[in-house]
């Protein structure tokens, strides 16, 4: 089995649809749906209208008639927009998507998926984040409650012998590796704008999720900060093998002329990066 890693498309703005299709139908070209999991970490709307939800599961059901399996996990625009999020909003998207996200297990997160020789765990980092003090800024918050269940889940007799793939929307280490672009360089205050922020939208909980997953997990799938790096390096220091951000798969906000996804061998650790260009 290997993980399709997509993250933050953003659908219903600009012409994220039409580019959220072409990645589809790149992966339909793949091979076997059998031997695939296409996982979505969180925005895969722009804003939890229902127009949007309607647009995007109208990409989706049709893989999943091909046979292509899909989990995904709510992002904190899937519940409201860049500001801020709203619990009814995420109540319509949980609704909307239930099958997609919780399958067959119980509607609770963290959400457990068994396959052979894998067990897949996704978090909602915009669980505690509903109160009215909290939902603003969209930082991301799990809660204790939720990474008490987490901590029990993760001794599990099921999940030995298979390898742990965490995911959650919210990125949890501090600071990104990208290369700051220098005066010459495309849009120089808006990066230092983002550069300098990034750290304060940082999942609220980070320290208390990475402490939890230490040595527990193999690898640690996110998006929300659209730069789609390599974490493992850091991920490393806690035991975990793999920790990527899923970046914006059909590039929005991003300075690049293709978009492009990752194909994860959990069972080998490695993983390989596939191009869609952009016309």
């Given amino acids: ?97 239930s099958s997609f996200i919780f399958g067959k297990a119980p509607k609770q997160y963290p959400v457990l998926t068994l396959l052979p020789g894998c067990a897949l765990i996704g978090l909602d980092s915009n669980q505690a984040e509903m109160s009215l003090w909290q939902r603003w800024f969209a930082q991301g918050h799990l809660g204790q409650e939720q990474i008490t269940a987490l901590n029990t889940l993760l001794d599990q007799p099921e999940l030995r012998q298979r390898k742990v793939v965490v995911y959650l929307h919210h990125h949890p280490f501090l600071d990104a590796f990208a290369v700051r672009p220098g005066l010459v360089d495309g849009n120089f205050f808006a990066h230092l704008l983002g550069w300098n922020t990034r750290r304060f939208r940082r999942l609220k909980d980070a320290y208390s999720l990475m402490q939890t997953l230490r040595d527990r997990a193999d690898v640690l799938l996110f998006g929300h900060q659209h730069y789609g790096l390599d974490y493992s390096a850091e991920g490393q220091h806690y035991g975990i093998a793999l920790a990527l951000d899923g970046s914006s798969s059909t590039a929005t906000q991003m300075d690049t002329d293709r978009m492009r996804y990752r194909v994860i061998d959990c069972a080998r650790g490695t993983y390989e990066t596939r191009f869609v260009a952009l016309p």
């Fill in 1 to 97: 089995m290997k993980i399709i890693h997509l993250s933050d498309t953003h659908v219903g703005r600009d012409s994220n649809a039409w580019r959220l299709q072409l990645l589809l139908d790149d992966i339909a070209s793949l091979g076997d749906p059998a031997d695939y999991l296409i996982l979505h970490t969180g925005d895969l709307n722009d804003q939890g209208s229902l127009q949007q939800m309607q647009q995007s599961r109208a990409m989706l059901d049709p893989m999943v008639a091909k046979g292509w399996r899909i989990l995904l996990c709510p992002g904190n625009h899937d519940c409201g927009d860049t500001w801020h999020v709203d619990p009814q909003w995420a109540v319509h998207f949980r609704d909307h998507f």
